[in-house]
């Protein structure tokens, strides 16, 4: 009975497995943190399980204010969720099978190369050991920086505890703070600010980068998804840096009273963590809608593909952008870095980002009623945070209706598990193999 259940998990549709693995997940979760002792006066089903989500998912919101409600064990919890979310449910998997000396397959292969979004099946456990080994170092590297910070202030168990939890929590890109002001009370500390946002940007960049950058260790001779992912990150940042150091720059409630470091150092640490971490330093509901609707594209946008960052992944929005940019010069191929991109790629960039936009749209739209007491800029906000997998918020999700809790847990599930994964796990294969003529159609 039980092989003939593994036989037929393992061979339905690899996307199918992997969202069936995350809403398990999902419900272990949800009957974890419902445990008496994982909170100090109780949760409801759906809250414990809205925080469930956005911890597998690696988002960081919460309905409920998180230093309030959970115990110590009720945050470990909720750390675990989302070191497995982040790393990736089929790897702790193929990890434990190592660990025990069992063979790993050809089907549990192609699960892990579609759990870590790789392009080929080979060398997909090497690049799991080795996910592995870096997170979990970098984690502890982390780990031992923060405490050096926090423990003199907080005390070894308190402070111990923070400088672990932020340092998964950033690593896998969640945005969960122990603290209800999350990182507010560090705006000028560089310590902080340094170390969080270097494991963000490194959690951010896909571990197949960081595999490529080491195991080449020369920018000319790396992947051009490593070169995109390290020029576009650079780049990218850079520009919103100065856009939002320019928006912000004399608006009293955020960057306004500020001395010009201090200024810089915020504007750094938000534009770094507003692209999927989550973490926050500035009130967001005092930023002005300029650079609200800047970190909304920058949500959206996300981190690179085969990392813990969420949205439609930053080679996407490149591919669509020279795309856009080879059309209008009349070029018929987009090179970057002296290759050319095939067509079947620019086909999939565009549905990775038009799906996702007609279902932000459709939930706005529907939470525009059910939240009808919010503005359409604070639900379009938090919607973005969500299928982005960010966490930050401009204070919807503490008021949010049943309805409006469902919608953003499935937009987090759905940024996290990805469109084209939700798309192909849900379509039927089409066998037909006949072709029909073409026509020209008018479009502009």
């Known amino acids: 009975m039980f092989k003939k259940w593994k036989y037929n998990m393992l061979h339905i549709n690899p996307q199918r497995f992997i969202m069936l693995s995350y809403l398990i997940a999902m419900i272990i979760g949800t009957i974890l943190l419902m445990i008496p002792a994982a909170t100090k006066n ?21 309905t409920v204010d998180f230093e309030q409600v959970f115990t110590r064990f009720g945050m470990t919890i909720v750390v675990l969720l989302v070191q497995l979310g982040g790393l990736g449910i089929m790897s702790f998997a193929s990890l434990i099978f190592i660990m025990l000396g069992k063979k790993i397959g050809l089907q549990e292969r192609m699960l892990l190369q579609q759990s870590l979004n790789v392009n080929s099946v080979g060398g997909v456990i090497r690049l799991a050991k080795y996910l592995f080994i870096f997170s979990f170092t970098i984690e502890f590297i982390a ?23 932020h340092a998964v929590s950033a690593f896998n890109n969640a945005g969960f703070s122990v603290w209800s002001s999350n990182l507010i009370n560090f705006v000028n500390d560089p310590s902080v600010n340094i170390i969080i946002s270097m494991l963000i940007i ?83 509901s005092d930023i002005e809608s300029p650079a609200l609707l800047l970190m909304m594209i920058l949500m959206f946008i996300g981190g690179g593909s085969g990392s813990t960052a969420g949205g ?9 952008i020279t795309s856009v940019y080879s059309f209008l010069r009349g070029n018929k191929n987009i090179v970057l870095f002296r290759r050319t991109v095939k067509d079947s790629y620019i086909v999939k960039s565009l549905a990775t980002a038009m799906i996702p936009i007609f279902i932000i749209i459709s939930i706005v739209f529907v939470m525009s009623v059910t939240e009808k007491d ?39 599930f759905f940024g996290k598990i990805g469109p084209l994964t939700l798309a192909l796990s849900l379509a039927k294969k089409d066998d037909v193999k006949i072709k029909h003529p073409t026509e020209d159609i008018l479009t502009s």
């Open 374 to 412: 919010n503005t359409l800029e604070t639900i379009l906000f938090e919607s973005v945070s969500a299928f982005g997998t960010v966490g930050l918020t401009m204070g919807l999700t503490y008021v949010l209706t049943p309805i409006g809790k469902y919608l953003i847990m499935f937009l987090m």
């Open 312 to 320: 439609i992944k930053l080679t996407t929005f490149i591919v669509i």
């Open 202 to 284: 490194l959690g951010g960049l896909g571990f197949t980068v960081i595999v490529d950058i080491y195991m080449k260790r020369s920018f000319r001779k790396l992947s051009l998804h490593s070169k995109l992912m390290i020029s576009g990150t650079v780049l990218i940042n850079l520009i919103a840096f100065i856009i939002f150091l320019f928006l912000e720059y004399d608006n009293i409630k955020t960057l306004g009273s500020m001395k010009f470091a201090d200024k810089l150092l915020a504007s750094y640490f938000q534009v770094i963590t507003c692209r999927t971490a989550g973490f926050n330093t500035l009130n967001i």
């Open 143 to 165: 780990f031992i920086l923060l405490s050096i910070r926090w423990v003199p202030e907080y005390g070894i168990y308190d402070g111990g505890f923070a400088a672990f939890f």
């Open 42 to 62: 109780g949760i409801s089903v759906t809250d414990a399980m809205f925080v469930a989500t956005s911890a597998i998912t690696v988002t960081g919101l919460s």
